[in-house]
C-alpha cells in the first residue's frame, strides 16, 4: 500500500507545518538549543543533539519513513517561524492507527499551536489518511499535554507505567486515544 503524505498542512491563518529540510537544520538547532532547558523535562534525546550536524541527521531520518508513508513529522511554524515539531511517530496502515508527539518551544505556549496542530492532525489522519484510532501519551505530570488531549476529546485509557527513562528515572505515560466513530 503506497500512501502519498502531505509535505505541508495550513492549520490556521497563523499556524503551518511541514517537512523539514537539509536547509532548516540550523534553525532547527538553533530553536532546541534555545529551548533546551525547558524541553529537557519531559524529552530525552536532548543530549543528543548537540550540534547542527545532529538536526541534520535527525532531517534525513524523517525524511525516508515520511516518503514510505510510515511517519509524519513536520516542523511547526507560527507566522512563519520555526516554533516546534510534531506529527506521527508512527503510522499503521494496516491496524489504522497513528501516535501523535509534538514539542513547543517555551515562549509560544499557551497560544493554542498544539492543540491546533493536534486537531489538524487528527482530522486529517481520520478524513485522509482512514486511520481508525489516534493516540497521545503523556506523562501524567505534563499537566500541559495531557490537557491538549483531554480538550481535543480523547479519551483516558490507563497509565503505561514506568514507560520511558528518561535521564536516568524512569517515567509513566498516560495514554490517551480517540476513535473515528467517537468523532464529531
Request: overall charge negative; proline content about 3%.
Amino acid at each position: 500500500m503506497s500512501v502519498i503524505l502531505k509535505k505541508e498542512l495550513i492549520i490556521n491563518e497563523n499556524v503551518s507545518s511541514r517537512l523539514l529540510t537539509l536547509e532548516d537544520a540550523p534553525e532547527l538547532f538553533k530553536l532546541v538549543d534555545s529551548n533546551r532547558d525547558y524541553l529537557r523535562e519531559w524529552l530525552p534525546w536532548l543530549d543528543l543533539n548537540t550540534e547542527v550536524k545532529d538536526s541534520e541527521e535527525f532531517i534525513e531520518r524523517c525524511i525516508k519513513p515520511f516518503e514510505e508513508g510510515k511517519s509524519f513529522i513536520h516542523g511547526i511554524f507560527f507566522n512563519d517561524v520555526m516554533v516546534g515539531n510534531g506529527g506521527f511517530h508512527s503510522l499503521d496502515h494496516a491496524n489504522k492507527k497513528a501516535s501523535i508527539g509534538y514539542w513547543l518551544a517555551e515562549n509560544y505556549t499557551g497560544n493554542g499551536i498544539i492543540t491546533s496542530f493536534c486537531s489538524k492532525l487528527i482530522d486529517y489522519a481520520m478524513n485522509e489518511l482512514e486511520m481508525n484510532r489516534i493516540e497521545i501519551m503523556a506523562c501524567p505530570e505534563n499537566r500541559p499535554s495531557c490537557a491538549i488531549a483531554e480538550r481535543l476529546g480523547l479519551k483516558f485509557e490507563g497509565c503505561k507505567r514506568n514507560n520511558e527513562l528518561l535521564y536516568g528515572k524512569f517515567v509513566d505515560h498516560n495514554i490517551y486515544s480517540i476513535l473515528k466513530s467517537e468523532m464529531n
